[in-house]
């Protein structure tokens, strides 16, 4: 993936000289380090970022110039990305299941707090990690609904195993904690509710009072043009029921978000290859490319489209079936999407809201997936 070291003004500034197909990210560090600051200065508690959600460099960089401290990782791999960037920083591996290579590395780079949701990979860090001053988060889980993606059918303990584990990792001399992840593009707050009240219940059944409680990722972007994510009622039901909940053995509170600190500092640009017979559209990049994610959690509304010349197209809407570049038939885009009736071969279709979720899982099959990050001022225009 190439890093232009321009800094243009906005998209259509570039997208006037872009000869080609290949599919362009752009990325506006300004507006990262702004929605940084929305979540350090609103949210009760330590942010951390969850760095599977986009792990290239530059975000990284912005993130801790904005003064995230703390980071969710889930791999060696991770854990020495955030040792080169961001040296000082807190590790949080919250991968509950790890190999002893893997624990190996944690230990050697001074990895600051581990989740685990089972007996047999407790055991493993009883066994590797040396407990003092480090912390190990309980990870359960409950049906939950309010999630677009359910994230308890993988990690997770039952209330009833939790509360075991607690006591088991307050006896080893760990720090402890208990952890859960709401799901991915929550938008009612209500999705962290029962998980605050639950977790007060494991620590009273444990008889373990916890430092921290993190309430996990899952804060939403803004995806769709109807539904603005409400950041701040999320941190303020949050604050309350975990008051509630707790009263005066309240935890301090830890967060880790991905998609809702990345994914509106990016814009990816794709490009019409053809409309077949006036019909079906195919675009340059698809669910194997930027937009991997759209079949998995829905599809995105907040798009544009642009002419080679860098003009917005001001049709009428009409509602479109959408394909990538692959000559897989999986490779559609969900549902329909609304584009307007003077769109013509060449031009760009620019989607907002992209940066989680999409750099990262960007593939090269059939040869497309040429993907670039341009770094820009704004994303409109
Ligand atoms: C993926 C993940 C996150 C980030 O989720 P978002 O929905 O992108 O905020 C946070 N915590 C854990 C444990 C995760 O696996």
Redesign the pocket.
Known sequence: MGLSKTIWTQPSEFLRIHDGDAPVMFFAPGLLQAMARRFLDGFPGLVTY?V??NPADVVIENLAAAGVRGY?V?SPEEIRLIRRIAPDAALHY??PVRSRSEIAVAVELDVDSY?VDSHSELAKLIEMVPAAGKEVTV?FKLPVKGAAYD?GAK?GATVEKATALLREVAEAGFIPSL?F?P????TDPAAWESYIRTAAEIARAAEVRIARLNV????PSHRLNGIVPQLDAIFALIDRVTTEAFGDTRPALVC??????VADAFTLATRVRGIRDGDHVFLTDGVYGALAELPLIGGIDRVEVRSPEGIRREGEGRACIVFGPTCDSVDRLPGELSLPVDMAEGDFVLFHGLG??SVATNTRFNGFGDLSIVTTLALRG
């Open positions: 969850a599977k959600s969710d889930a919250n991968n989740s990870r994230f990690f952890t992840h799901g991915t593009q929550c996990g990722g899952g804060f880790e978000p991905g998609r809702g600190l989680a979720y």
